[in-house]
């Protein structure tokens, strides 16, 4: 049989691309290498308000929200940061991705759990795939594929596709603490270097807690636990998994019948990690190039291209800023963090903050921030 359409990994974004290209008629097959979809996912679940606005998302699938964050900087100075309304949701990542996936199964799509692709090739006429189904090998053909493979780029290679320009690596837990009610940040290249920890509340003394850094991420991690043990007495975990996290603009996330979309077209917020929502608004994009192809019935590298070009437009610009922000952070000592963080803290720049933060979109605040404000002029002295 030939399908319409084969969505390889059934994150968020692949599943979204599912649900909207059923719903418009094709008939599409997922596969998903995991026996259960959404099981197991190393993910903190952090979704912004505008996903759950823009997009039909599982309300069932909500643990927590959040208004409030306190960021506390290497020398232990507190930011309190107070939204006047709800930033963001924490999300049990299993029913959330069910959920997407009941919507794609609602609207005719197909799925294969415990199912994984192994090889992909492309002809003038199809797309072959073959999947390891249960130690049994099996092709399937489509039209078109979409690889939504999340941090596995094996695909990317081996369909000359870009990679991601650079990693983080991502740890996350579920634990139980005593005396953790706000989400709490901290910040410092000696605790997660180029990047921060995490512990966001969930229920009766359950959070998830986790970081990202640009290197050795079980050191810091277990660095970071003692450290709140310290603090907080005994720190009870009940799971931990280690992933990396894409950073920086894949260059090429489309080819012949083959478009890329979320973390394995680099579509992340390079400074938070956060994928889920930049996934999303992708694959709509991705979605509505597929379907201009099939009026047409053109799905070669040119008909695609469009693709590239429209998502690069919608958040390429994020992507980059983001990056190249995190680089300069990077570089910095704990002690010029800590300078940043009293300047931060000083000359009306938490409320100049509040005006212009929006949870998934950072580029317009970082600019603003570095062209008008003390900041620019910190960042332009440890340039010089
Ligand atoms: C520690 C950590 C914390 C994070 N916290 C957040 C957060 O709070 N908020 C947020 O927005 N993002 C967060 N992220 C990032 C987020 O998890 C990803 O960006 C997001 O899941 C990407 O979605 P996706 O659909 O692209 O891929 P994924 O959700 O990774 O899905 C890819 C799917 O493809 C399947 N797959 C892979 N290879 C194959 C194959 N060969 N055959 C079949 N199936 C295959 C996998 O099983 C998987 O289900 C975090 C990441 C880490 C590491």
Not at 127 to 154: D, H, M, P, S, W
Not at 159 to 166: T, W
Request: with cysteine.
């Amino acid at each position: 049989m030939l399908y319409d359409i084969i969505v390889i990994g059934g994150g968020p974004s692949g599943l979204n691309c599912a649900h909207k290209l059923s719903q418009a008629g094709l008939n599409v097959l997922v596969f998903d290498k995991c026996s259960k979809i959404g099981e197991n996912k190393i993910c903190t679940g952090i979704v912004g308000i505008e996903a759950f606005q823009r997009f039909q998302l599982s309300k069932d699938s909500i643990l927590n929200e959040i208004r409030n964050i306190r960021i506390i900087s290497p020398y232990g100075s507190l930011i309190e940061y107070k939204h006047p309304s709800i930033l963001a949701y924490v999300v049990d990542r299993e029913k959330f991705d069910a959920y997407l996936a009941h919507l794609a199964l609602s609207k005719g799509a197909q799925m294969k759990s415990k199912s994984e692709v192994i090889t992909i090739d492309v002809s003038e006429e199809q797309v072959k795939v073959i999947a390891r189904e249960q130690g049994v090998l099996r092709v399937y053909c489509a039209k078109v594929a979409v690889l939504a493979t999340g941090v596995n780029f094996k695909f990317n290679k081996m369909l000359k596709l870009g990679l991601p320009e650079d990693f983080l690596y991502g740890v996350n837990a579920h634990a139980n603490i005593k005396g953790i009610d706000t989400t709490t940040i901290h910040i410092g290249n000696s605790l997660a270097p180029g990047a921060f920890t995490w512990i966001t509340p969930i229920k009766d003394g359950w959070v998830r807690i986790g970081l990202m850094a640009k290197k050795h991420p079980r050191f810091y991690f277990k660095k970071f636990c003692e450290m709140v043990s310290n603090s907080n007495g005994p720190l009870d975990i009940a799971s931990v998994g280690y992933k990396p996290i894409a950073q920086g603009l894949v260059s090429k996330t489309c080819t012949d019948r083959v478009i890329a979309v979320g973390e394995t077209a680099g579509q992340v917020k390079t400074t938070t990690g956060g994928g889920i929502y930049y996934g999303l608004l992708c694959s709509e994009i991705a979605v509505q190039v597929i379907l201009k192809g099939f009026k047409k019935n053109s799905f070669n590298a040119s008909a695609f291209s469009e693709y590239e070009e429209l998502w690069k437009k919608k958040i390429g610009n994020e992507i980059k800023t983001g990056y190249y922000m995190r680089k300069m952070y990077s570089k910095l000592t704990d002690w010029q963090i800590e300078q940043l963080f009293h300047i931060a803290k000083s000359n009306g720049l938490l409320s100049f903050i509040e005006k212009r933060m929006e949870f998934d979109w950072h580029r317009n605040l970082l600019l603003s921030l570095i062209q008008t404000t003390p900041i620019g002029r910190f960042f332009s002295k440890i340039i010089q």
